[in-house]
């Protein structure tokens, strides 16, 4: 087989072989005589593209992965959470510092044989001090799991449009519409500007029902997602 794959000219085909560990389905070899094999284009109409790719780096390239449903929810609310930590905070763009531990952390994580899984589990815990900082720490941090994230090629987009999107398989169900989250969200602060907190409790609590979660920032602003 090696001979097959050399190139003309006696030229290497490849330099490294890298062995992938295999895929189950809901804790079963997948295979077509069991008929629990699935197509990439089925999965993306019911999840994310970055969710899909999140999912699949959560699990070292040389270690089984298992697909289900519930992988893919868990997923979906890992990333949220890291979108969380970079909503409303005005992240800079700059080259990262190879001396700040964070990066050092990542690095060498993606060192260690492409060790995807310990590297998110460092950008978790960059997400959990992002949310615990204050002023410039808060904008370097987040600034920093940004551009970590990067490298990977997710948490690139702006946190409004994947909190808010829900996943692909939402779209034909009935779900609330931007334009009725954000009425919703009108009609709950005229409630609190009239000292009518029953009133606003209710909302919050029939949108959170609804698979909408507030969250009331400094200066009055509320924003929302999906949860």
Known sequence: MYGKDRQPKDQP???YWMH???IRVNEEKMSKS???FFLIRDVLKRFDPEVLRFFMLRAHYRSPINYSDTQLE??????ARLYTALASVPVV???LDTESPWVKRFSDAMNDDFNTPEAIAA???LATEVNRA??????QLASILKGLAGTLNFLQRDPSSFLQAGSPADAGNEQLSVAEIEKQIAARATAKQAKDFALSDQIR?????QGVVLEDKPGGITEWRRN
């Open 93 to 95: 763009h700059s080259v």
């Open 205 to 209: 609590k029939s949108l959170l029902e």
């Open 13 to 15: 085909f490849v330099n």
């Open 74 to 79: 868990e997923s979906r609310s890992g990333l």
């Open 134 to 139: 204050q002023g410039e720490e808060k904008i």
């Open 123 to 125: 950008l978790f815990d």
């Open 20 to 22: 992938n560990g295999h």
């Open 34 to 36: 069991l008929g629990n």
